[in-house]
């Protein structure tokens, strides 16, 4: 039986408005230890924001800490569901090249998939497996 997205995804979404800012951003990402976090604006996903976003999209770019997250974030948004395969969420991945991608049912994120998390699945033996289940260094 084929690996769903439902099973490996990562079910704690990070948020934070479109209307915050970069600084906000990364201080939630510092605080969660997390390298995403999910762009919503009233309650709906409108894009995904990463630290290298903050990096390429704000600073590289001359902006500041006070610069919009709609400004620094992913709005051509790729998603999956829970109920598709691993193995299709993986090609979806390849195809955009994205390592995350929000995972929604109807129109609610429900989580978060990363390349890591495939890498755990497909191959758990390997350096990516191997690295993507250890604990993040703090």
Do not use: Y
């Not at 709609?70 to 955009?96: I, K, N, Y």
């Amino acid at each position: 039986m084929a690996t769903t997205v439902s099973d490996v995804l990562t079910p704690d979404i990070i948020s934070i408005s479109s209307m915050r800012t970069a600084r906000d951003a990364a201080e939630l990402m510092h605080t969660a230890d997390v390298g995403a976090v999910v762009v919503t604006d009233g309650g709906q996903l409108v894009g995904l924001v990463t630290d290298r976003d903050l990096v390429v999209r704000v600073l590289a770019a001359g902006g500041g800490p006070d610069t919009p997250v709609s400004e620094a974030c992913s709005g051509d948004l790729v998603t999956v569901s829970p109920d598709d395969d691993v193995a299709d969420a993986a090609r979806v991945m390849a195809q955009h090249a994205v390592r995350r991608l929000p995972v929604v049912s109807g129109d609610k994120v429900v989580g978060i998939v990363s390349l890591g998390d495939l890498a755990i699945v497909s191959d758990p033996t390997s350096v990516l497996g191997q690295v993507s289940a250890r604990p993040a260094n703090a």
